[in-house]
């Protein structure tokens, strides 16, 4: 196998009355629905099948509860010997898998349930000796599983016509299950009360809005949603890609250029497939682009997926223009130079590998850093337009000893709103989260929101900012091992020594802001500890001490301080000239002269 598209058939719904049940009597009920595949088809980007047609049942005062049963269903035009004691089935467009049972009938010579093996999407294979060639049909009522390996089917209701004049009434309130669940796995539902589900995030061509200023004028609306699975064996390219939804019928929701795809749908890698795509343009619409496993090369190039509720983007994307419609889920993506736009962006920080640095991300709500775990990082990354959701739920034990950091390095450039970052903590999150280098172009500078689970501690949210310095000679020569001193205004002592080049970097805590327990999350655009001014002073023997004052730190500070040499002779107490003694430097003898 090498491509793959994946597709579901309509259902076809059957509605029996039983005994019982919470519905009103005396009331007609309207049903249709959709089968969905992959986790989260309805709101993350899998594949869905068209709306089934609409079926009603009036229930009566001892029956209020509806069975629905559902199959699908086709027409068969020939059987063709293998000459190996199968036959091969014509059916156009069956949307089956190896493995799904159907039902053959109106035929002579074939009737019977039969387990079938996927030959193409118009063929199957059934283990029956051939008679002859002949027409009839088929239904596949599910009793074991689902088409085409669906994971399930959601259903549409409401006690008024869903589709009055023969147009469906869209964005109904009544689904049998929330966006994000699968739905049923069973072929017959005990349907007694009727459900209000308000999610409208379903994201289905016929049944609601939320795709319907993306998809083209050309486009069907009729055939639900696909996902093209590549698998490895082949170095593919579009042409190919294009043959294949071509073969599967699909070239109403989809076109393919020499350096362009877009389809009503998504793109996923399922075994290692090879890709390469450079200069392209892909527009997944309402579908998601799955590569998790990194062997698709993508490169110089525009990614445009969703609109969707968390759709997934993964793979390496090198220069690459990535544009969420809605939310857009980038936890295992790998970017390199590229650039991010999204309404929301949401990237799970509790694996490391799926850590962020290097990035212009641009939102028009939130970026959402979710659950981070100690060793991630959210690293050199401007936020433009949509302020950071920094959602903490394991505890990483954060500490003031560097490098315990996760959000490093982070600017926010006009941000709507009235706050940059919102750290929202579970009562099994961290009591303390910093922030290292975070800067915003915010008249005053960073506002804070804080919301606080826990019930007994507070929340601590730091920024610390480096005093990075270079300590020379009056010849421009780079002192080693001279004593910085930075001592803060609650006389917290930070003690190093320059390096070999002369050199400190080092991180200092500038403010901080402090949220109570059970705080719903106020905004704080004044921090609640200031630890600046900061009292400064290097030492270095052979050297006059150099003292500063820093008044305020909220960017980090890179500076060069030249230490002059000290007199060659002073005067002690005891009225003796002593020689300066530098210990770095083997000529001084370190003389004592009486006077």
């Given at each position: ?432 989260v910093s922030f290292y280098n975070t800067v915003s172009n915010r008249a005053g500078g960073i506002s804070l929101r804080i919301g606080n689970l826990n019930t007994t501690d507070p929340v601590t949210v730091p920024f610390w900012f480096k005093i990075k310095t270079k300590i020379v000679d009056e010849d421009g020569n780079a002192i080693s091992n001279a004593e910085v001193t930075v001592t803060d205004n609650n006389d917290v002592v930070y003690n190093w020594t320059t390096d070999v080049n002369g050199e400190i970097d080092e991180w200092v805590k500038a403010f901080d802001f402090v949220t109570p327990s059970s705080e719903s999350g106020d905004v704080k655009t004044v921090p609640d500890n200031l630890y600046y001014p900061f009292n400064i002073s290097i030492i270095k023997t052979g050297y006059e001490t150099y003292t500063t004052i820093l008044p305020t730190l909220t960017t980090s500070k890179d500076w060069l301080v030249t230490l002059k040499t000290s007199p060659a002779f002073t005067l002690s107490t005891e009225g003796k000239l002593s020689k300066y003694l530098d210990p770095d430097n083997p000529k001084n003898l370190g003389l004592v002269l009486p006077l």
């Amino acid at each position: 196998m090498t491509i793959r598209v994946v597709k579901y058939k309509k259902p076809t719904l059957i509605l029996t009355l039983a005994v019982g049940g919470s519905l009103v009597a005396n009331t007609t009920y309207y049903f249709t629905g959709v089968f969905v595949g992959g986790y989260g088809a309805m709101r993350d980007g899998g594949h869905m099948g068209p709306a089934a047609d609409q079926v009603n049942i009036t229930t009566n005062d001892t029956h209020k509860t509806v069975n629905v049963e559902w199959r699908t269903v086709g027409d068969i035009t020939a059987f063709a010997d293998n000459g190996d004691g199968t036959l091969n089935v014509s059916a156009y467009d069956h949307c089956l898998d190896t493995g799904d049972t159907v039902t053959i009938q109106n035929t002579t010579n074939y009737n019977g349930s039969y387990v079938i093996t996927w030959v193409d999407y118009d063929t199957y294979k059934i283990t029956k000796a051939y008679v002859a060639s002949e027409t009839g049909d088929w239904y596949d009522n599910h009793a074991t599983n689902l088409p085409n390996d669906a994971l399930g089917i959601q259903l549409y209701v409401d006690d008024a016509d869903l589709k009055p004049g023969g147009v469906w009434v869209k964005d109904k309130a009544y689904w049998s299950h929330r966006a994000y669940q699968n739905g049923y796995t069973s072929n017959n539902i005990v349907y007694d009360s009727l459900l209000t589900n308000t999610e409208m995030s379903r994201f289905h061509p016929e049944l609601s809005t939320q795709l319907d200023d993306y998809i083209p004028s050309s486009f069907s609306k009729t055939m639900g949603k696909i996902d093209i699975y590549t698998y490895a064996g082949s170095d593919y390219t579009l042409d190919d890609i294009g043959t294949a939804l071509s073969d599967a019928h699909c070239e109403d929701i989809s076109t393919v250029g020499k350096h362009s795809l877009t389809v009503l749908g998504g793109l996923r890698n399922i075994s290692g497939a090879v890709l390469d795509l450079d200069f392209t343009t892909i527009n997944l619409i309402g579908g998601a682009f799955v590569d998790s496993l990194y062997t698709y090369s993508i490169e110089d190039s525009h990614i445009y997926i969703g609109p969707l509720r968390r759709g997934l983007m993964t793979g390496d994307f090198v220069r690459c223009a990535v544009m969420g419609r809605m939310e857009m889920s980038t936890g295992p993506a790998k970017f390199t130079n590229s650039f991010l736009n999204s309404h929301v962006l949401i990237n799970y920080l509790n694996n490391v590998a799926w850590s962020k640095s290097n990035l212009t991300i641009t939102t028009h709500s939130r970026v959402w850093t979710v659950y981070p775990v100690k060793g991630s990082y959210w690293k050199n990354i401007e936020h433009v337009k949509g302020y950071l959701y920094a959602m903490s739920c394991a505890d990483w034990d954060e500490t003031d000893d560097y490098p315990n950091n996760i959000f490093e390095d982070l600017t926010f450039t006009d941000i709507d709103g009235a706050f940059d970052i919102y750290v929202y903590v579970y009562p099994t999150g961290p009591r303390q989260v910093s922030f290292y280098n975070t800067v915003s172009n915010r008249a005053g500078g960073i506002s804070l929101r804080i919301g606080n689970l826990n019930t007994t501690d507070p929340v601590t949210v730091p920024f610390w900012f480096k005093i990075k310095t270079k300590i020379v000679d009056e010849d421009g020569n780079a002192i080693s091992n001279a004593e910085v001193t930075v001592t803060d205004n609650n006389d917290v002592v930070y003690n190093w020594t320059t390096d070999v080049n002369g050199e400190i970097d080092e991180w200092v805590k500038a403010f901080d802001f402090v949220t109570p327990s059970s705080e719903s999350g106020d905004v704080k655009t004044v921090p609640d500890n200031l630890y600046y001014p900061f009292n400064i002073s290097i030492i270095k023997t052979g050297y006059e001490t150099y003292t500063t004052i820093l008044p305020t730190l909220t960017t980090s500070k890179d500076w060069l301080v030249t230490l002059k040499t000290s007199p060659a002779f002073t005067l002690s107490t005891e009225g003796k000239l002593s020689k300066y003694l530098d210990p770095d430097n083997p000529k001084n003898l370190g003389l004592v002269l009486p006077l």
